[in-house]
């Protein structure tokens, strides 16, 4: 089974930004559709964003026009730069993978497969 690492996160002032990055390892996530989720505290854990195998992407609409999902096979790796960040979209980021391409990109449910996460924090 594959296997998720996360890197990237930190703290950054509102208006910076960010890009997260999540080796994947044991497979290849070629034939993998990829997400990206977060869970504030206190709050569920949510979907962000996510990418397909054959790279179409999926946005929620907090973030549609200042993040974007990408994939590079070659590295075995996603990413998700993160631009105009603000305090709100502080929380813990988490890759997910999943294989049923018929399932919900959505849904945090269809993803079994999950990093550990990475801590964003956004200052005001």
């Known amino acids: 089974q594959v296997q998720l690492v996360e890197s990237g996160g930190g703290l950054v002032q509102a208006g910076g930004s960010l890009r997260l990055s999540c080796a994947a390892s044991?497979?290849?996530?070629?034939?993998?559709?990829m997400g990206w989720f977060r869970q504030a505290p206190g709050k569920e854990r949510e979907f962000v964003a996510a990418i397909s195998w054959s790279a179409n992407t999926y946005y929620a609409d907090s973030v549609k026009g200042r993040f974007t999902i990408s994939r590079d096979n070659t590295k075995n790796t996603i990413y998700l730069q993160m631009n105009s960040l603000n305090p709100e979209d502080t929380a813990v980021y988490y890759c997910a993978a999943k294989t049923n391409y018929f399932s919900d990109y959505a849904s945090r449910i269809e993803y079994p497969y999950w990093g550990q996460g990475t801590q964003v924090t956004v200052s005001s």
């Open positions: 044991g497979r290849a996530i070629s034939n993998y559709d």
